[in-house]
């Protein structure tokens, strides 16, 4: 049984910063890709970055500079680093686990099978 878990949402000001965290369980983690994706109201579910086995990130434009994705192996735990946030960054935050190939195809879900629950991010 496969379980992402994220955690680590909240309440910010604008230019602030906020660390998630997604923990994985039941998945082959070290083998395969896994990202950030948000939703705001509204809008559709786009990416923010992902990561491959072997630390190679891939992020939107609309945040590179600004947050950084980073993975633990020994923890078999994902994170996003989040700096410097705008109210545009306001969203549910979704964790995601997939092949290889999700790398590839992000910002696109379509290498992604596995999902979150998803954390609240709120930036006023």
């Known amino acids: 049984h496969v379980q992402l878990v994220e955690s680590g949402g909240g309440s910010v000001q604008a230019g602030g910063s906020l660390r998630l965290s997604c923990a994985a369980s039941?998945?082959?983690?070290?083998?395969?890709?896994m990202a950030w994706f948000r939703q705001a109201p509204g809008k559709e579910r786009e990416g923010v970055a992902a990561?491959?086995?072997?630390?190679?990130?891939r992020y939107v434009d609309s945040v590179r500079g600004r947050f950084t994705i980073s993975r633990e192996q020994a923890r078999r735990t994902l994170y996003l680093q989040m700096d410097n946030l705008t109210p545009d960054d306001s969203a549910m935050y979704y964790c995601?686990?997939?092949?290889?190939?999700?790398?590839?195809?992000?910002?696109?879900?379509?290498?992604?099978?596995?999902w979150g629950h998803g954390t609240q991010v709120t930036v006023s």
């Open positions: 995601a686990a997939g092949q290889p190939f999700g790398l590839v195809q992000f910002p696109s879900e379509g290498g992604f099978d596995y």
């Open positions: 039941g998945y082959t983690y070290n083998r395969n890709c």
């Open positions: 990561i491959n086995s072997g630390g190679t990130t």
